[in-house]
């Protein structure tokens, strides 16, 4: 690769880290960091994306893009499955292990500029991205040796991709969860079809509809992670599991386990949600988005009025795409999940939603994206189910 595309490759990925900050930070936070990424241009990136090594009895994947919160690219995706695929057949490896440099990011997300550019010139990698992705989430799924997931900082998007559908994922208290893409027209995709409706109650529902965040020992609280451990104590704790001799799923629980029960980091700090729980459960229950917005309307609590405020910024197609996808994810395998969130993706790049949010909040950042159709009972029920149907010959494969 030559001086120019590295460091174009470099602006498309720092426009990635604009839209996740965006939900993260305080505007002059916000400003500082916008500014570094701005200055990114300046340098190359001499480091490879990612490091795939054999340390011990464990393969070790580490996501090393730390000055762009360590985004997932097409090229970072084509190393990771087939390194995935060789170290699940291979019987010196017990264990893999995934995680991200810089202490900031375990990954943001996913490229979404660069999606957004291939997507409006109809660039193959509008399909092969997402393509890609998720037959890595399903791998990632059905991995048959122990995967465990150092969620270390921001996890969103593609990042929840390659961590939720593993064996295990460790959240310290650097760890900040969302799936906000109803924000940028697009939907909670990587499987969350399938994760978020198992999560207890309407949880799940909750997240993917408003872009909530959920923090530190949450995660594990939400059943998001497995585990929750000291950031600091990372390290050790991936020492100790490189040097476990021919190591069970179980034995590799075992070292998770005393770690999680070590960590003493909030213990008894009540779940963000537990008080608006019953709310969540009942408000979002629904069946049509409709109804959701009518019952946060008529219960007027502080609460629900936030979240009809939050709601009313999303995009209207976004929002019905989300939650038939939730719904019908809730009983179906992974693999169907996948297959319908491609079908979906496709959907959002030959429509109007997706490419506007994008402008709305990484280009002009004026954060006022001009949704169409602008309500949701414009959002018509043979729009949506034209987004479920099968592309035939071009339908996802697994």
Known sequence: MDMRSSRCDLLTLRFLTLFYVTFLLKPFSRIQIILQH???????????????????????????????????????????????????????????????????AFCAGGDIRAITDAGKVGDRLAQDFFREEYILNNAVGT?????????????????????????????????????????IGLFPDVGGGYFLPRLSGKIGYYLALTGFRLKGRDLQKAGIATHFVESEKLPALEEDLIALKSPSKENVADVLNSYHMKCKIDQEKQFVLDEHMDKINSLFSANTMEEIIQNLKQDGSPFALKQLETINKMSPTSLKMTLRQLREGASMNLQDVLTM??????????????????????????????????????VTDEFVDNCFKSLGNSDLKL
């Open 341 to 378: 969130e491609y079908r979906l993706s496709q959907a959002c790049m030959s429509g109007h939603d997706f490419y506007e949010g994008v402008r709305a909040v990484l280009i002009d950042k004026d954060q006022v994206p001009k949704w169409k159709p602008a309500t949701l009972e414009e």
């Open 143 to 183: 991995c048959q040796k122990p995967y465990v997931a150092l969620i270390d900082g921001i996890t969103m998007g593609g990042g929840v991709g390659l961590s939720v559908h593993g064996h295990f994922r460790v959240a310290t208290e650097k760890t900040l969860f969302a799936m906000p893409e109803t924000a």
């Open 38 to 104: 701005l200055n990114m241009s300046k340098t190359t990136d001499s480091a490879a994306e990612v490091l795939l090594e054999k340390r011990g009895c464990a393969g070790v994947i580490t996501m090393n893009r730390p000055k762009a919160l360590n985004a997932l690219n097409l090229s970072m995706i084509r190393q990771i499955y087939p390194q995935l695929k060789t170290w699940e057949k291979d019987p010196e490896t017990f264990l893999i292990i995934i995680k991200g440099t810089g202490g900031k």
